[in-house]
């Protein structure tokens, strides 16, 4: 995936004016490592969360994934959308619809012990991550 978002980005790059191509090349550079900081942050908890004994989930192993999750929704929320919908059509809308809020609703349910905020954002994450094998491979 990161390979191509390189090469939509470089389309979106030659597609300018030659003076703007620098400033347009640092943004569309730090828009794809905000968004793969994002994801890597995202893997490395569901990670934490999958390690250990099914069905028995410690307490460090919730605030870990927590942790994570809250840098994975950090750097998300950098995202400039318009310039990833510049990039591809319907990538920042679905980056902002689909992975930024099941980041939220998956932090909302530790935070209020609601089971079917977790369900639904992970829900709303495979939508992504399926809209994204799609779009974008």
């Not at 994975?72 to 689909?98: C, I, Q, Y």
């Amino acid at each position: 995936m990161k390979f191509k978002l390189l090469i939509i980005a470089f389309i979106v790059l030659f597609s300018c004016k030659e003076e703007s191509r620098e400033s347009i090349e640092d943004r569309v550079k730090n828009q794809i490592a905000l968004v793969n900081s994002s994801k890597e942050y995202s893997d490395m908890a569901v990670k934490v969360m999958n390690s250990g004994d099914e069905g028995i989930v410690e307490r460090n192993r919730i605030e870990s994934f927590e942790e994570l999750m809250k840098k994975a929704l950090s750097d998300a929320e950098k995202v400039d959308t318009d310039l990833l919908n510049d990039m591809r059509k319907g990538f920042g809308t679905n980056f902002s619809e689909k992975y930024i809020k099941g980041i939220k609703l998956q932090l909302e349910s530790f935070q209020d012990g609601n089971a079917k905020k977790m369900v639904r954002g992970q829900i709303l994450y495979d939508e992504y991550v399926d809209w994204t094998s799609k779009n974008l491979n």
